[in-house]
């Protein structure tokens, strides 16, 4: 097979292995830019595998940087673009079921295809788009099917992390998992415990954003997956409810993470605790829990223009998506018009600030002051008092008096 018309990404790199090729060495590009081709979807990074060992790559080029010489990775800077290339290598140990404990770089393209997880993923491209397919990738592409490189014992024995890209992969390609590599996970799920839950996270959020949610979804729980999630274990049937459910277009890791946690019944504190073991960052939970209170208010039918201003319109809409999947009735319009209808988005569109009030209405700086300013706020977004500081100087000045 070979691709006539590359992406420019790939054209761009020509050059790069052009020159690795007149230095007498192979060069293949390699990994999910090749498969995304051969699917027609959009590329990202451009991996570039060779046969030139990482001291005899710096000798074709100017210009190189080390950025994981260890395991024969140098990003080539000569083009203007950074490109990496990592030379052909085996690796042997995994103890720790996640990273090699021994990598030796060899000059064979097929050993070291040999190592990736999937066959979908083990396919390489010559510069002139020729495809160099040793695992019948092609074939698993034509078919939309996941089938590890080798035995699945030992692929996820060496990277146990694979197993939730397995998961992943489903989701985002819309492909079935190969009974063999699926028996595989089942029998070796346990050892998702071994691996870091920030890697997890990544796989998780990746799965619930991909195009067919349900096709990772179902081989996450029947192969027991989920059980060596943070916190997840006690939930199947939750997500067992999912399977049979049209699910919202989740996109971005906030979403992923409100959906969750509103599925799994969980609010404030508990949502916290439970992000917080998967290490999400605070901004997140931040979001989640301000995502959380206009959900509630929707689907309570009390929603009111204060609670989307204190979310502010994104959240606002991430709300409505996903409370709509709960049984929420308000549409998105209806949530932009009540945005657009507020009399001011921030506190900065405020017509007075602190200094101001210091100044004309003679409040002392202290926690009488952000009270007034936190009131002022509330009844102006809430229609009861108009954005004007003849206004807004009159209802502080009533509000310190009666305060005494």
């Known amino acids: 097979m070979i691709i006539k018309n590359l992406p420019t990404e790939f054209e761009q790199a020509r050059p790069i292995m052009q020159a690795i090729e007149s230095a007498g060495f192979e060069a293949y590009f390699v990994g999910g830019s090749v498969r995304d081709t051969i699917l027609n979807k959009p590329i990202h990074d451009v991996d570039i595998a060779t046969s030139a060992y990482p001291e005899e790559i710096k000798k074709i080029f100017k210009r190189t940087v080390d950025t994981g010489i260890e395991h024969g990775t140098v990003m080539i800077l000569d083009h203007g673009e950074g490109y990496e290339t990592t030379t052909f290598r085996t690796e042997s140990g995994y103890q720790d079921f996640r990273r090699p404990d021994e990598v030796t770089f060899v000059r064979s393209l097929s050993e070291d295809l040999q190592r990736r997880d999937f066959t979908i993923n083990a396919l390489a491209m010559k510069e002139t788009g020729e495809i160099i397919d040793l695992f019948d990738g092609l074939r698993d592409l034509d078919n939309q099917l996941i089938r590890t490189v080798g035995e699945a014992y030992e692929r996820f024995h060496e990277d146990a992390l694979r197993m939730m890209r397995a998961v992943r992969f489903a989701s985002q390609l819309n ?43 179902d081989a996450f729980i029947d192969t ?162 108009a954005n004007k500081q003849e206004e807004l100087v009159s209802f502080a000045t009533q509000m310190v008096t009666e305060e005494g």
């Open 224 to 385: 027991d997956l989920y059980r060596y999630c943070p916190g997840m274990d006690i939930y199947r049937t939750e997500l067992q409810s999912l399977t049979e459910s049209e699910l919202p277009s989740l996109d971005s890791d906030t979403e992923v993470w409100t959906f969750i946690t509103y599925l799994f019944g969980l609010q404030n504190g508990s949502s916290t605790h439970f992000l917080k073991t998967w290490k999400t960052s605070n901004q997140i939970i931040t979001d989640v829990l301000k995502i959380q209170k206009v959900i509630e208010a929707i689907l309570a039918e009390q929603l009111t223009p204060k609670v989307v201003y204190d979310a502010g319109l994104e959240r606002a809409l991430s709300a409505q998506k996903i409370a709509t999947f709960f049984g929420g009735t308000i549409k998105n319009d209806e949530i932009k018009n009540i945005y657009q209808n507020l009399p001011i988005k921030n506190k900065s569109d405020l017509n007075i600030d602190g200094g101001q009030l210091i100044k004309v209405a003679h409040i002392k700086p202290g926690p009488l002051l952000g009270k007034v300013l936190f009131a002022i706020e509330n009844q102006v977004v809430n229609g009861d008092l």
């Open 175 to 217: 492909f079935k998992i190969d009974s063999a590599t699926l028996t595989g996970i089942e029998e070796n799920s346990a050892l998702l415990e071994k691996i870091a839950v920030e890697r997890i996270r990544v796989e998780l959020e990746k799965m619930f954003m991909g195009q067919t949610v349900q096709a990772g979804l």
